[in-house]
């Protein structure tokens, strides 16, 4: 059974997707099996991969809500090793709809449970908020990757989301751990990042990984494409910076 | 009554809270009664203007789900003419528990309804979703602010956003207009702002503001001080392009 990793962090717009598919890519690059569930219904993840679903095409919609086969739903990408569970804009009801179904935490688990066996890697793109949707994430995954911005609005955030992982640990998944805590469109230069980022070092110590995203058009211009950023451009400091981090990520964590 | 704008778009990060609090603070700078309603479970706006809640105070939690008094929560700030019905923490649970009550969307509608006629505007901060509090919003609104980068996920996102707003026009709020489009953390200078702008003109014309926010870092200085851009650095780029915006949305906007 591979690592399964939730990309979580409510506050909007701190590089969850473009962590997700760019570590994923990365991962696979350096010869891992990877498989990315998207999970958010915006779907970026999955057109950050080149994959525009039709609306006849199964995707994670169908794993939550109606038990579909969730191996029927994988798809291949342009990068050999990466695999993706690809949502589909209809997911944005779904909340709505879990409310009154049984073990709706855990649906998301169980269409993990079948098919994580084929992965050293499981990257979950959630959301930017904590219901249901990120809620399935987090009883899933065995532990949270947590993507910020060195920015005050995304610091004050951390409070809500560290409650809401203790919450999912005390009750639907006893083994959700920190996985660690990515510094994203980092800028040293700036003053204000430097102080976000000693607040967040001096909270999380060693969970930090010592590789920060740099701010780096190219990440920002690759999805644009349906690329991750290694096939963009493998020479940016983009791709370096993901690559730096996947293998940060495998000597941390390839579960037995 | 006021006229009451929504600023919505469930891409996350893309500048809604920055424009609520500092177009409110600008509008209200230059002569306006201004209300700032924030509907973000993250509550960014309400700590934007330096107010944090204590557990036992009023909020939009209790306008939505027990029929408080929304007068009774509504608070002034530091700036004259600027006032603001926060948010708690609470209201992450709202979307759960508001699927089943009556009336689940026009809770909001009937909040501002009560307290509008006090202010010439009324702009709410909702949360990167298009859930119930999004929702709420859009039936409230006489009309939505669309805050949005010049990047490709952002881009992509405004199919679900202009569908979403074309079905609460059909049924819940006939009269929910486009008030505007406005280019936040602008950057002329990056190849993909120019394509990404280009698209968004091409499609909204003339609802696209003149003014474009210019990516600033006095701005994302600002909220750690719980000051809006005016009281913060007057003399930054930040300021002057909020107090130009408000000019224009003065000029567009004044409901009888
Ligand atoms: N290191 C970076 N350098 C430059 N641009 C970046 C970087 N990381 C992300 N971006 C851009 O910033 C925006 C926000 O990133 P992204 O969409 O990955 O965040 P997110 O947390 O997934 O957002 P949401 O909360 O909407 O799901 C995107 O337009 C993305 O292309
Ligand atoms: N013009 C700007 N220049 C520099 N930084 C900015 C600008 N506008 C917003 N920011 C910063 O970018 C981040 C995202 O902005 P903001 O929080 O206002 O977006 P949002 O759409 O409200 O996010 P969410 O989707 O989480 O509600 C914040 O840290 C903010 O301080
Ligand atoms: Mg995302
Ligand atoms: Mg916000």
Do not use: W
């Amino acid at each position: 059974m591979g690592t399964t990793l939730a990309m979580a962090n409510q506050k909007g717009g701190v590089g969850k997707t473009t962590t997700a598919v760019n570590l994923g890519a990365s991962l696979a690059m350096l010869g891992k099996r990877v498989l990315l569930i998207d999970v958010d219904p915006q779907a970026n993840s999955t057109s950050g991969v080149g994959i525009r679903l039709r609306d006849d095409e199964a995707s994670t919609y169908e794993c939550l809500l109606t038990h579909g086969d969730p191996a029927a739903a994988v798809r291949s990408t342009a990068i050999p090793g990466l695999a993706v569970l690809p949502a589909h804009s209809r997911l944005v009801g779904a909340e709505v709809e879990l409310v009154g179904e049984r073990s709706r935490e855990y649906r998301l688990q169980r269409a993990v449970a079948a098919i994580g066996g084929a992965y050293d890697f499981l990257l979950i793109d959630c959301p930017p908020s904590l219901g249901l949707l990120t809620l399935n994430a987090l009883v899933a995954a065995d532990a949270v990757l947590v993507p910020i911005q060195c920015e005050y609005y995304a610091l004050e955030g951390l409070t809500s989301l560290l409650s809401t992982i203790k919450a999912v640990r005390k009750g639907l998944n006893p083994a959700l751990a920190i996985f660690g805590v990515l510094l994203t469109m980092y800028d040293r230069r700036v003053r204000l990042t430097a102080q976000i980022e000693e607040e967040i070092r001096g909270y999380f110590a060693s969970l930090v990984f010592a590789t920060a995203i740099p701010r780096n058009v190219k990440l920002s211009e690759a999805p644009s494409f349906g690329k991750p950023i290694v096939l963009y451009d493998l020479l940016s400091k983009g791709a370096e910076s993901y690559l730096s981090l996947a293998r940060e990520v495998i000597a941390r964590g390839e579960k037995g």
